[in-house]
């Protein structure tokens, strides 16, 4: 199980969420949140349901604004990222329960598959590094201060969830 505590988060939106790099943590309050990552203008996450590459950031920004997601902005400093985002996304289909999540090609981007297997170990080696410029809490209370401790067990349980909720509303019983 693995917990991350904020250091000194703003609770606002950022000013220049276009113009940076941040990993974005919706429903951050939640077992398990759910992880994507934007540069510039582009946003990128594994879904259960699809890959999501090059969407709008402002889009994304509305959809959280829209729906008061619980989300965490976490920006990050000039990280010398060796892959392109598009390329690595472009890899992935969906998350799964037993792999990938949503983490697996944010860890391949920061080039750290081997030390991260859960969210607050890529936040303590981004931390670590002294790469995390700043964080940015919204739609959360002002209490908020880390990420709940999770295992994985519970992130493949989630993901199957999903997966079992999605398939159930494709294919409804018969009557």
């Known amino acids: ?3 991350f ?3 000194n988060p703003v ?6 969420i276009t113009a940076g790099t941040y990993v974005w943590i919706w429903n951050a309050d939640k077992i398990p949140p759910h992880i994507g990552i934007s540069r510039g203008q582009n946003y990128f996450s594994l879904t259960y349901r699809n890959c999501e ?3 709008s950031v402002s889009g994304m920004v509305r959809k959280a604004k829209r729906a008061e997601i619980p989300l965490v902005l976490v920006a990050i400093n000039e990280w010398e990222f060796t892959r392109d985002f598009t390329s ?3 890899q992935y289909d969906t998350a799964k329960a037993g792999g990938p999540t949503c983490l697996d090609p944010i860890k391949e981007l920061f080039g750290l598959q081997s030390t991260v297997n859960q969210l607050a170990d890529l936040l ?3 931390e670590n590094r002294e790469q995390l410029k700043q ?4 739609n959360l209370g002002t209490d908020f201060c880390a990420i709940p401790d999770y295992s994985i067990a519970e992130i493949m349980s989630r993901i199957e969830l999903l997966h079992e909720t999605k398939r159930t509303k494709s294919y409804p019983a018969s009557r």
């Open 53 to 55: 590459i090059q969407k």
């Open 124 to 126: 303590t080696e981004i």
């Open 88 to 90: 690595v996304y472009r």
């Open 5 to 7: 505590k904020f250091r």
């Open 1 to 3: 199980m693995a917990g």
């Open 11 to 16: 609770f606002e939106w950022p000013e220049k």
């Open 135 to 138: 964080v940015f809490a919204v």
